[in-house]
């Protein structure tokens, strides 16, 4: 991931621009390098900036906060779009134009840290997405004294069992003394997503999520009888991965 990421922020609300710029200011990673007052300066800003990050209003006068986003897909290289507003019936709109996040105001610091952490892990996969273009990426595990390379694409999900992480394919399970965390970020440009201290799952091999009990769910993955654990503080992003 870049040391820094770029942002603009679109707001016609004075006070909401300097409240985020003021959170966001507690992030050292992030580097404002515009903000607007209008969607309609936005967009000229962003388009010459080419930031990395988005933080838009929906309500503005003349362009609002979803056409801007729309005028943004037909970027080279498309920004994160995160809204941020006081009306929490957009969600569903905003969403359709591949928002990566929704803030409702008034700024909640627990979920700008949340939103902070979905950029990171964002900007970090499509980092090494272009890597992975460049070579082979296959991930190597010792069997039975023999090594074995296993496409990404193949696993359905990994989980953590005493002192080793069992690698789940279709048609068999791998072991390795590797830490699950070790293995989430070299696996970090696939869609691989933990539901669970435990368990890092293949969001492209889930089936169905299953309600459990106080909030938690399960998931059924492609090919696997076991259904696997999702924290119910993980159910939300969860969602917004797998859902359009």
Known sequence: MKKSITTVIIDDELHSRDELIFLLS????????????????????????????????????????????????????????????AYVD????AFRVQALDYLVKPFDEEQLQETMERIKERLVTTDKSEEITTGIAKLAVEDEGRIVYLSPIDITYLFREDRETIICTKERKFSSRTPIKDLEGKLSGYPFFRTHKSYLVNLNKVEELIPWFNGAYQVKVVGQKEEIPVSRNYVKSLRERLEL
């Open 26 to 85: 507690r992030y050292k990673e992030i580097e404002i390098v515009g903000e607007a007052d209008s969607g309609e300066k936005g967009l000229e800003i962003v388009m010459r900036k080419e930031p990395d990050v988005v933080f838009v209003d929906i309500e503005m006068p003349r362009m609002s906060g979803l056409e801007l986003a729309k005028s943004l897909q037909n970027m080279k290289n498309v920004p994160l779009i995160i809204f941020a507003t």
């Open 90 to 93: 957009y969600a569903a709109k």
